[in-house]
């Protein structure tokens, strides 16, 4: 028993090592970056597009492998996935990003002091930026696109469930930064397991910020153990209020296309709120979601009214869990209200302050709730399928930050940059 103990504390030393020599590595490479010049970058960023759609067929055969260990009805089973297509898209993406301006080094504001001194504020990269993901491949395309285009390095903790196609991405790219005659430790990918997940969120000295991107309990989970800073990009928790005033035409796209687009990212619809002198057109407004099978799970007002209108296989009744739950699944609740003050008072106890939407013909009442709301993204008369940085015209984004500290929204390469003061003279000192 001894030697079992002592064997599995000399493996666990070793691995931290190897880990400790990864951080190690990408600090040393992140310095090197300030030095590419922007022609270079965009280079590489193509390059790797270019390698990701000629090496499709190898990626997808390591993807196939962490889809046959997941149950296909798992609704992240479809952001596992890669298809070729999808492949397509995030090379589409990535040569977007490197079309992009680069904001490192640009100017924010510059003064001159009553002395002659001058002062100016400069954007630049954060430097090591660690991201811990769950099963999302693609995010490991994008988080390097973004990060290389800012001059940051980064760290990566996909999880298990991806951990075949996230190593033969990282591979692809690190072969390509080899081939460019770059580091190739500007990008790093760490083991699945949970030491790894430990070592990173305690990786002061190493790593500038992390992001965590995925569900509310791997979030929170980094927020409570980060000893670095950590930008949230949380779970979506979505509402769209249909007022009083909404247009129904309007509001039946509006609510399918929210719903039904994707119904596994973050800006899905969770919950639909209509005023209660509206529930007449509910009918109408749900007649699209049951071509999706779409699983209403109603309060009483709502469900009395859908009762013998919408199929009674995908009719329930609500519980006090169906609300404030993200269900990444063809999975909804409705919520009846009396007022504009009543929906806004339901979003602000349930929203994730994620994206929230409101489809309505009244001025004041669209002003008002996105006046009140407490969100990164509020929209009137729009689907909330649209929080997206390439919807936002940012490229390819690494997250939606639902904090606000530093960055809120779609974050993609301004709000990967910090800013430090530059300050210039002739001899000055300070009496």
Partial sequence: MRWFITTIYILKNKMM?????IFEKTLAASRMLNLLSEDKINQVLLAVADAAVANADLILAENKKDLARMDAGNPVYDRLMLTRERIEGIAADMRNVASLKSPVGEQLSQTVRPNGMT???????????GVIYEARPNVTFDVFAL?????????????SDAKDSNKAIVDLIRSVLRNEGIDENVVALLPTDREATAAL?????????IIPRGSSSLINFVRENAKIPVIETGAGICHTYFDKSGDVTKGIEIVFNAKTRRVSVCNALDCLIVHADRLDVLPSLCEKLATKNVIIYADPRSYEVLKGKYPNALLLPATAESFGTEFMDYKMAFKTVDSIDEA??????????????IVTEDSVAAAQYQRSIDAACVYSNVSTAFTDGAQFGMGAEIGISTQKLHARGPMALAELCSYKYLIEGDGQVRA
């Fill in 17 to 21: 090592k190897n880990i400790n020599g």
């Fill in 119 to 129: 002062i100016r504020k400069l954007r630049v990269p954060f430097g090591v930026i």
């Fill in 147 to 159: 990060c290389f285009k800012s001059s940051n390095a980064c760290i990566l903790k996909g999880g």
């Fill in 201 to 209: 969120l305690g990786a002061h000295g190493y790593v500038d910020l």
């Fill in 344 to 357: 806004i008072a339901h979003v602000t106890h349930y929203s994730s302050k994620h994206s929230e939407a």
